[in-house]
């Protein structure tokens, strides 16, 4: 296996197509950090803000339910495709660039929400707001571009658990808007908070010098594109059209021979979207699969969470929470998240971040163990969430680094945008599954259909054995993917290097 390349040192100089362009004086590390991170925790939000609103959506807009379920959908299509292709336009053009642009398009579909009650303009800003998710890489990869060595871990850590800690934040947030103010209030917020992100990476993230060379590669991009939109329509919609329809299962043969071609393509292309052979390198191939098993275990726990609070008491065990207490369950878990970032970091540097998977694989496992056998009263669930929450933000803080390990740092952005990819495809798939366990295993509960207990507890024991199968997979990668950091990042010197030679200085 081939090493991974050192980013430490100068770095070649920035594309010559930009060489008159200024390079900002780096701002102190703390805001750099507490800026990319504000960002991150906006955009994981928005990812979660129309859920307490579904329900309620028909009504506010005369839509049907289908299509109103299109306003989470749409932001899950937009976000695993813009992904990595923003990280890798960012790798190529630049990071800050990039990461602007993406916070303006935020900024813009929120505001068509904003303005609009109509279903169709609605869908159009939700995918609008979903091509944000691009910031989660882009982030991690200017982090590792301008921090010393030291901070870059922790860094990391923290960035990566914005995803988790966004969406705990946004559902109660977001159910308190729906229950007390006008519904388009929160999109005017997320317009602002977008807006405010943007003025602050401004001020705060300098461009980095760094570049990957070569041609932006349209077909490639194109190919993943429509690769990923036929997967995720049929897992997505596949429980209302039949997993058995000839629509579900044409999409699926469809996304395979579409990804078939796309792989030989992206190995024969001279500058690939995805470098493919860096990318089947076991300590890259093997974190990737436990991101889209992570992913598929952490979102189980938002999903069944708050409508199991909500269940009536007539089930036998919902409590007949509101909505805004069920997003409260989340609370606790979310300031978990933030708590546990540094601690994972710390884990990494001593132990590796192999060993910090494999543990958050353990503990999310554990989580799902205490989800089963105490499912009946507000502060045992609560408990529960939480531990699951406590795993999922030691593994979003140590997959970035394991990443990183694995490719050279002019691929940075492009190889944390697939592993982000990676994420988003296993919550689809546990979305479809949780979807699929909730409404075909009911019964009557005072005079209407609702989830079994069963039914829920199958949705834990689902999560848990994907869990456990993140854990076996984690053991199973490269040793040295787990050694003691020593090249994540450029130190200040080598950074101030590069920026003297993009300078020509």
Avoid at 19 to 39: D, G
Wanted: glycine share 10%.
């Amino acid at each position: 296996m081939s090493p991974a390349i050192p980013p430490s040192g100068p770095a070649a100089p920035s594309d010559p197509a930009d060489p008159e362009e200024p390079v900002a004086e780096a701002p102190h590390p703390r805001f750099l950090v507490a800026v990319l991170a504000f960002c991150g925790v906006v955009v994981a939000v928005m990812q979660t803000l129309v859920v307490p609103l579904l329900p309620h959506v028909p009504a506010l807009t005369g839509a049907t339910p289908t299509a109103a379920s299109w306003l989470v959908t749409v932001t899950l299509l937009t976000g695993a495709i813009c992904t990595p292709v923003l990280g890798r336009a960012g790798d190529m053009y630049g990071k800050r660039r990039v990461l602007i642009a993406s916070l303006g398009v935020l900024a813009a579909g929120s505001v068509l929400c904003a303005v609009s009650s109509q279903i169709g303009v609605l869908i159009a800003g939700r995918a609008l707001q979903g091509a944000a998710l691009a910031v989660l890489p882009l982030g991690i990869s200017i982090m590792r571009d301008e921090l010393a060595p030291e901070r870059v871990l922790s860094s990391v850590a923290l960035m990566s658990s914005t995803l988790g800690i966004g969406a705990a934040v946004g559902l109660p947030v977001a159910a308190l808007v729906v229950e007390h103010y006008d519904w388009h209030t929160m999109f005017w917020a997320s317009a602002a908070l977008g807006a405010a992100d943007i003025v602050l990476v401004l001020l705060c993230v300098p461009e980095s010098p760094r570049r990957s060379h070569g041609r932006f590669d349209v077909l490639g991009a194109l190919g993943l594109s429509a690769a990923l939109v036929c997967l995720l329509l049929a897992v997505t919609q596949g429980g209302g059209w039949g997993w058995g329809s000839a629509r579900t299962l044409g999409l699926l043969a469809l996304a395979v021979v579409i990804a078939l071609l796309w792989g030989r393509y992206e190995l024969r292309v001279a500058s690939p979207l995805v470098d493919l052979r860096v990318s089947a390198r076991p300590a890259v191939l093997l974190t990737n699969i436990a991101a889209l098993l992570i992913g598929f275990a952490f979102y189980a726990n938002s999903l069944s969470t708050a409508q199991m609070v909500q269940e009536p008491t007539s089930t036998g065990y919902g409590l007949g929470a509101s909505i805004v207490v069920s997003g409260l369950c989340l609370l606790p878990g979310g300031l978990t998240m933030v708590a546990l970032s540094p601690v994972s970091a710390r884990i990494s540097r001593r132990y590796g971040p192999r060993t910090t998977l494999a543990l958050a694989a353990a503990i999310l496992a554990a989580g799902y163990l205490v989800r089963f056998f105490t499912s009946h009263a507000l502060w045992t669930i609560v408990l529960g969430a939480t531990v699951v929450a406590a795993g999922t933000a030691i593994a979003y803080s140590a997959l970035p680094a394991l990443v990183m390990r694995g490719v050279p740092v002019s691929e940075t952005a492009a190889a944390n945008g697939l592993n982000t990819l990676m994420r988003s495809v296993g919550q689809a798939f546990c979305s479809a599954a949780v979807a699929a366990v909730l409404a075909h295993t009911t019964f009557d509960a005072g005079g209407h259909r609702a989830p079994t207990l069963g039914a829920y507890l199958l949705v834990f024991v689902l999560a848990g054995t994907a869990a456990l199968l993140a854990l076996a997979v984690t053991l199973c990668l490269p040793r040295q993917a787990g050694t003691a950091p020593g090249n994540l990042g450029g130190d200040r010197t080598s950074t101030q290097g590069t920026r003297q030679l993009a300078e020509g200085t």
